[in-house]
């Protein structure tokens, strides 16, 4: 059970950040080059990325309470390190993960209340940028640990 919603948390992940990408790139490109607003590709993707994180933000937490249950019989004097490192990042991949989830969501509520084109690109781009980021970041400093 804990392997099988570890994968799709993992490959959740992967899809949410190319979604993440796509979105980021597509905000560029419609600032800059004046791009009409799409309901389909500016508007449902985006609700379609705040839904994959609150995907895996229900995923995750069942993985955290599944690692947490067998680390109970895990601590033992002699291997308290790994146990405080799992921890370290566990409660640090989840606060980038909660903060990712606020500003995916607060993107996709600025851009649908603005009316002007430029403006709602431009709320994609910062809200769904730093929502990306932090998830590239989150990415990429669990590859060390479970590589």
């Known amino acids: 059970?804990?392997?099988s919603i570890l994968i799709s948390h993992i490959i959740i992940s992967v899809v949410l950040t190319i979604v993440a990408f796509y979105i980021v790139n597509r905000s560029?490109?419609?600032?800059?080059k004046n791009i009409s607003f799409s309901n389909f590709a500016d508007y449902y993707i985006p609700v379609f990325a705040v839904a994959l994180l609150y995907l895996e933000l229900i995923l995750g937490l069942l993985l955290y309470y599944m690692h947490m249950n067998k680390l109970e019989d895990f601590i033992n004097q002699s291997n308290a390190n790994d146990y405080f490192s799992s921890r370290f990042w566990a409660i640090e991949h989840t606060i980038l993960m909660f903060f990712a989830i606020i500003f995916g969501h607060l993107g996709l509520v600025y851009a649908k209340n603005l009316?002007?084109?430029k403006a709602r690109f431009k709320k994609n781009f910062q809200y769904?940028?730093?929502s990306f980021i932090l998830i590239l970041i989150s990415l990429l400093m669990n590859i060390p640990s479970n590589a």
Do not use: A, T
């Not at 560029?28 to 800059?32: A, K, L, Q, S, T």
């Open 28 to 32: 560029i490109f419609g600032y800059f």
């Open 115 to 117: 009316k002007n084109p």
């Open 1 to 3: 059970m804990y392997s």
């Open 128 to 130: 769904f940028g730093l």
